[in-house]
Nanobody
């Protein structure tokens, strides 16, 4: 079983930065992928970014390319999402997720384990 705990959310102004963290416990990661998704009020949960644990290959949604950076610390079993130049449309609950198989998937159904989420609110 995998437990994921997100932190780092908050209320910021447009143009500010935030760094989200996702600490994983319960299992040692090898060929897995960790990702970030977000869900705005009244909308579906959508892919934001993902990274392979071993090699560190990254993928991003077009809406966050150039502004968000995903990284991981294998020793700490932690994944980060550095969010710069935040916009009001980035407001959402951000969820960390783990995929138990290799290969990037950009849909919710591709990830087996989820955290509880952390709220990010960007005011204009």
């Amino acid at each position: 079983q995998v437990q994921l705990v997100e932190s780092g959310g908050g209320l910021v102004q447009a143009g500010d930065s935030l760094r989200l963290s996702c600490a994983a416990s319960g299992r040692t990661f090898t060929n897995y992928i960790m990702g970030w998704f977000r869900q705005a009020p009244g909308k579906e949960r959508v892919f934001v970014a993902a990274i392979t644990i071993t090699v560190g290959t990254r993928r991003y949604a077009d809406s966050v390319k150039g502004r968000f950076t995903i990284s991981r610390d294998i020793a700490k079993n932690t994944v980060y999402l550095q969010m710069n130049s935040l916009k009001p449309e980035d407001t959402a609950i951000y969820y960390c997720a783990v995929r138990d198989s290799p290969g990037f998937i950009f849909e919710v159904k591709g990830y087996e384990h989820w955290g509880q989420g952390t709220q990010v609110t960007v005011s204009s």
